[in-house]
Each structure stands twice: as structure tokens, then as C-alpha cells.
């Protein structure tokens, strides 16, 4: 028998990461029964620092999360584009109170396991929701009046609907669609340096990207600037699978010879690094079926050089919402008009990152040709083409698909 609440709706949330908490969120907000699973030990996060356009802000707020995010996170005063081989100026933005104005939020940077536990806290306390964890989903059955999802016990829940949250090698995903992710070859290191050990010089209140031949490397302030969050990426040499291990400090310097001494001192700051082999996945005209959807990475995994995955995660739970709400919890309705909002949206932003990642890693004349590009650009023009982007607004979240 199926546990409901008063209204008779329930639905199952396969993963506790951000997507999956924002997912929960959005649709008990509307009195709808929320049973999450999640296949570690407790709800965490891993990982470090992520950027948080406006966007993302408008998306928080519209969960009712937006100020203990503003609480967690770090303004920063512009994003700049370095090159890493001559350390010169390429592109500078202004995110203060120029941008504030035009996009009607901040653009912050904030620690991962802060803004997961901003999401997590509201979660908590919500009456509707109840936690699963040690609880791997492995196969999916629908039917007309229901899904049943079965874990690595063999144990079943049922729903009304389910909502695939589980990343990039989501198990919903698989029994929906069945494609493969795409390895980019394409290597992050990430790590946390606390402010006394970080280079003077590179301590600037900004996210900062040093954009190399085949490599790029950022750092931005954490925590009140207590700590900074530094990231390399590399094109490997090895043939990669996705995943993460630990990595070593002797595989990354010898991506960057070469690069100028300025941003090449931020690599002897880590103690440890963590290594991820990225991988993204071609966007895909369907990813509803029935009364079972996907979100965030499960729904669009895409490469970090917008530093959108996270934000499009957000953007999506507000969505997946408001279209429960327009249909009156028809889930099948729902879900069909979720996904005819936000492909279109999400497959533009996947395929804009992959394009600025050969524009972060450009060489030769290509490396010529990028140092060009923005010479001249005033701010309202950077702000014009960010537009589409970071002036996401949740009350516009269904406009032109209902």
C-alpha cells in the first residue's frame, strides 16, 4: 500500500545531492509526500568550492533557502579571465553592484557542503520528508497507477512518481533511456587551502581562471576568506573512466610546465588533492517517460566551465515544481512539460561549456584569437550576453511552453 499524504500523492527522490534535496523541497512545499533515497551512509556532500551566478540565487529564493545560502557564501567583486602563459588580462567582469542590479542577485562562491547544508536544513525540518540512506536503487518498474523502485536488497518502494537525482551514472536514467555518459578526458583536481598558506599575491576576492594550452587553473576565496578554493584541469594522457580517486601533486605539475610563475605557485599549496576524470553526456530530446523524470547531472551532466552544473540543478527542482503545481499534481503532465522546458535550456548550456572549455585551453593562434575577443567589451555588453544565462527567473521558469 502506498503511504500518502492527505492530497493521496507520493513521490520517491533517488539521491540526497543538491539536486535531489532542491527536488524534495519543491515538490513537499506542495503537500506532496517526499521519500528520499540515498545510496551512502548519510546525506553529505563531497567535493569543494562552486560558483553561484544569479541564477542560482533566484532559484534559492524561490525554495525559501536563499538567505542561509547568502549566509555561507562569499560576494565577489568580478570574475577574470587570465592567461596563464604571460599572466596577462584577458576578460575582467564586474559581479558587484552593477551586476546586483541588472540580474537582481549577487554572484557568490560558497563552499559545496555549505550550500548542500543550506538545502539540507530546510529538508530537515520539512514533515513531509523522510530519509533512506545505505540504499542503492537498481531497477525501475512503472505501471499505470504507479513506479516501484528496488535497491541492491532487493527491498521495493512505491510512489506515484520518481525523480532520478543520482548523477552522472544515474540507475533512473539507465531504465529510462539507457545511453552511455561521454569521458571527455578532461581532468579536475580539486583542493581547499587554508588563507595563510595561499599565495599573497593570488589572494583576490574573485574567481580567478588562468587559461592554458590544454590546461586551465582557477582559485576564489571560501568561508569569509579563510580558506580558497584551487582547481586544475588538464587534457590527460591516459585513456580515463569516470569516477574519483586521490590524486598526487607529481601528475599535476607536469601538466603545467611552462605556465608563468605567478599561477604555477598555487600548486605547491595543497597537501592533498582529489582527482575527478569529468565526463558529460549529448543532450537527448526526451528524459520523461511515464511518471519518472531526471534532474541535474542525472538529466544533463555537463563540463564545469560554465560553472553552471549546480545552478541548472536548481534551475530545474523550481521547475519541476511549478509544472507539478500548473498540471495539479498530474505527474505524467508534469513531467512532460518539465522537459519541454528545460532541454532546450540545459543542452544550450552543456554545449556552451564544452565551447568554453576549448576557449579556457585554446593555444597557437587559437590562444591569439581568444586574447582578442573581449578587447574593448564594455560591462553592459559582458552583462548583454550573459543575459540569457544568469537572468533566469523562477516566476518565468514555464514562459513560451504553457
Known sequence: MIETDSKGRRVLVIGGGIGGLAAALALARQGIHIQLLEQAPEIQEIGAGIQLAANAFNALDALGVGEAARSRAVFTDYLKLMDALDAKEVMRIDVGAPYRTRFGNPYAVIHRADIHQSILEAVKDHPLIQFRTNTRVCELDQNAGGVTVIDQNG???????????????????????????????????????????????LQVNAPVVWAGP??????????????????????????????????????????????????????????????????????????????????????????????????????????????????????????????????????????????????????????????????????????????WLHGWRAEECLKGVI
Not at 532520478?164 to 540507475?171: E, I, N, P, R, T
Open 155 to 201: 527491498e521495493r518502494y512505491d510512489a506515484n512518481a520518481v525523480i532520478g537525482c543520482d548523477g552522472v551514472k544515474s540507475a533512473i536514467r539507465k531504465a529510462l533511456i539507457g545511453d552511455e555518459h561521454r569521458v571527455t578526458g578532461h581532468v579536475v583536481y580539486r583542493a581547499v587551502v587554508d588563507v595563510e598558506n595561499m599565495p599573497k599575491d
Open 214 to 387: 590544454n590546461c586551465h587553473l582557477v582559485h576564489y576565496p571560501l568561508r569569509g576568506g579563510k580558506q580558497y578554493n584551487l582547481v586544475v584541469t588538464f587534457h590527460s594522457r591516459e585513456k580515463e573512466e569516470w569516477g574519483v580517486r586521490e590524486g598526487s601533486k607529481e601528475e599535476v605539475l607536469s601538466y603545467f610546465e611552462g605556465i608563468h610563475p605567478l599561477p604555477h605557485q598555487m600548486l605547491d599549496r595543497p597537501t592533498s588533492w582529489k582527482r575527478w576524470a569529468t565526463a558529460d553526456r549529448d543532450p537527448v530530446e526526451r528524459w520523461s517517460y511515464g511518471r519518472a523524470t531526471v534532474l541535474g547531472d542525472a538529466a544533463h551532466p555537463m563540463t564545469q566551465y560554465l560553472a553552471q552544473g549546480a545552478c541548472q540543478a536548481l534551475e530545474d527542482a523550481v521547475t519541476l515544481g511549478a509544472a507539478v503545481a500548473v498540471t495539479g499534481g498530474d505527474f505524467e503532465a508534469a513531467f512532460k512539460l518539465y522537459e519541454t522546458a528545460r532541454i532546450p535550456r540545459t543542452a544550450r548550456v552543456l554545449y556552451s561549456a564544452r565551447e568554453m572549455g576549448r576557449i579556457y585551453h585554446a593555444k597557437g593562434v587559437e590562444r591569439q584569437v581568444r586574447n582578442s575577443l573581449w578587447i574593448g567589451r564594455t560591462q553592459e555588453q559582458f552583462y548583454d550576453a550573459l543575459q
